[in-house]
């Protein structure tokens, strides 16, 4: 149990006996009794769980939580709570970035960089408790003002990393920056094709036969540069198998990822077998003259650019790696592509595959086709004939076309739909409150009538052309292309109906009767009848 005790001036101390049997008080200075009160509760909660190894109910734990740096330093000294590490900005950074032995340099160096930054906008000597997520909204435009947007998602990122950390030691309630965007997003206009001949103009300007393999390790080979291609040894290759075990330091730390086998693909092994021929003998690593942390390879390849004659693009090796990772895709499985890489497939589509102009190209292989416009002057007998007589012919495939020439109104255009093959009237539109929509004015597929002996064309109208007392919207007509095909083609054709409750029998029966194809006026038999326009 604990006790609330009234010194003289005023000054009110909490005491209880502590897990080791004595005595113990807190001073908590000119407070009011309830205040005094609602410590000496969470007190009690605290020695009680001290003495029964009894974890702390929420409420308690939530009350630590939210304790100052002064009554959680009394606590502590106090046997309740664990003496909290220093809680400004500073000093925690350093605490945390010093404890990290599992991380490699290059990750600590930007760590680093991060640390340097939120000091330099929030202070060494700001409280970690004081910094409020409008705190964390500021110091992102603050990187805004002078970074790009991924870089400064890069170091929030960070940011979030180290208060995520304070969280769990129990610094801080919550996490200031969890809701700032970490993640790096796809910068597409970064992107840059690396042609094959421009990789080879490099090569070709290339200083020696190392620099000719870091070129050809990036672009060929899609390593990671220079992590990947300054570990890479000359007893990863295996020539007889032809693949190349590849050392992954970035990948290292996740299952299987420490390595990867790549093809030994021909343009790599020509310059790795020249790599050979000039090496010392006993080499170990096949780039032995770059290996300093001091050698930036960037400012040299630029250099070799300049002297080849290629200009140089944004993130050289990085865009040698998506490059070939977006050529390997065209030729093999996604994932077959993307373990040869070294990556995902969700990070290879958005971080590495391209949408290349010769993607464009091979698209629009089918060039559009413009009709070419009938001359009006014609008679439209003869106009009439030659439309009709192409329309029939069957076309290929790559004669798929949009008309969008003017033809004379007089002239008797069928139009040919058959399945892959169509002609469109651009003055046609569907009807409706679809917009956009093109439709044929007529549909003609090819019938052969009995008994007519050659083939005729049929014609599904969708105007409204009534014949006798039983054709109504739709019907079909036909056109005897017989006497057309031998010149004989009439000034004004006529044309009939094969009604389709009429059998073949009862249509050749009347055909014979009538002695000509169509030339029926027989109005009472259903579905059929004679039209001459």
């Known amino acids: 149990m604990a006790s609330i005790s009234k010194a003289p001036n005023g000054r009110r101390v909490i005491q209880f006996i502590g897990p080791d049997g004595k005595r113990r008080s807190i001073r908590l200075g000119k407070v009011s009794q309830r205040a005094a009160e609602t410590v000496r509760f969470h007190v009690e909660a605290l020695a009680a769980a001290t003495v029964t190894k009894h974890p702390l109910d929420a409420e308690t734990a939530r009350w630590v939580a939210t304790l100052g740096d002064d ?42 960089r991060a640390q340097r930054d939120l000091v330099a906008h929030f202070g060494a000597d700001k409280p970690l408790r004081e910094i409020t997520p409008g705190d964390a909204d500021g110091f992102r435009l603050f990187l805004l003002a002078r970074l790009g947007e991924n870089t400064t998602r ?32 796809a910068n597409k206009e970064r992107f840059h094709y690396v042609t094959v001949e421009d990789t080879e ?42 693949r190349v075990t590849v050392p992954s330091p970035k ?5 299987n990822g420490a390595s990867r086998v790549i093809p030994l693909f021909p343009r790599l092994r020509r310059l790795l077998e020249e790599g050979f021929e000039q090496a010392q003998p006993g080499a170990e690593y096949v780039i032995t003259k770059y290996r300093h942390p001091g050698v930036n390879l960037r400012s040299q390849l630029e250099r070799i650019a300049a002297r080849a004659g290629v ?40 971080h590495y595959l391209q949408v290349t102009s010769e993607h464009f190209r091979r698209a629009a292989g089918c060039q559009e086709k413009t009709a070419k416009p009938v001359d009006a002057t014609k008679g439209a007998a003869e106009s009439g004939a030659q439309a009709l007589q192409k329309a029939v012919q069957p076309l290929s495939a790559d004669d798929c076309q949009v008309s969008t020439q003017p033809v004379a109104p007089e002239v008797v255009r069928p139009i040919l739909a058959s399945v892959g093959n169509c002609r469109q009237d651009a003055e046609a539109t569907r009807p409706g409150l679809e917009p956009g929509t093109r439709e044929p ?12 002996g050659e083939r005729s064309c049929v014609e599904r109208s969708r105007d409204a052309r009534p014949v006798g007392r039983r054709v109504a ?39 014979r009767r009538s002695g000509r194809v169509g030339d029926s006026r027989e109005p009472d038999q259903p579905g059929y009848g004679f039209q001459s326009p």
């Open 441 to 452: 004015k007529s549909l003609v597929l090819p019938i052969t009538p009995p008994g007519s």
């Open 71 to 112: 009554l959680a330093g009394k606590l502590a000294r106090a046997g309740l709570v664990p003496r909290r590490e220093s809680a400004t900005l500073g000093a925690f950074l350093q605490g945390y970035i010093d404890s990290r032995h599992d991380l490699k340099a290059s990750t600590i160096e930007h760590l680093k």
């Open 251 to 255: 990948t290292e730390r996740h299952p």
């Open 154 to 185: 890069r170091i929030c990122g960070r940011a979030k990393q180290f208060f995520h950390a304070a969280a769990r030691r129990r610094l801080v309630d919550s996490n200031p920056f969890a809701d700032l965007p970490a993640a790096v997003l």
């Open 473 to 511: 919207r739709g019907a079909i007509h036909c056109i005897d292309l017989r006497r057309s095909r031998q010149g004989d083609w009439p000034a004004r054709p006529s044309r009939f109906v094969w009604g389709p409750q009429e059998s073949e029998s009862a249509f050749a029966a009347r055909q």
């Open 311 to 350: 200009k140089m693009w944004d993130k050289p090796f990085q865009n040698c790696r998506s490059t070939r990772e977006t050529e390997l895709v065209e030729n093999y499985p996604a994932h077959v592509a993307a373990q040869w890489i070294g990556n995902s497939l969700p990070v290879a589509g958005k």
């Open 201 to 242: 103009r490099l090569i070709a300007a290339c200083p020696d036969a190392e620099w000719k393999m870091i070129v050809g390790l990036a672009r060929y080979g899609g390593l990671r540069t220079p992590s990947e291609t300054l570990r890479l040894k000359w007893g990863h290759i295996n020539w007889s198998d032809g």
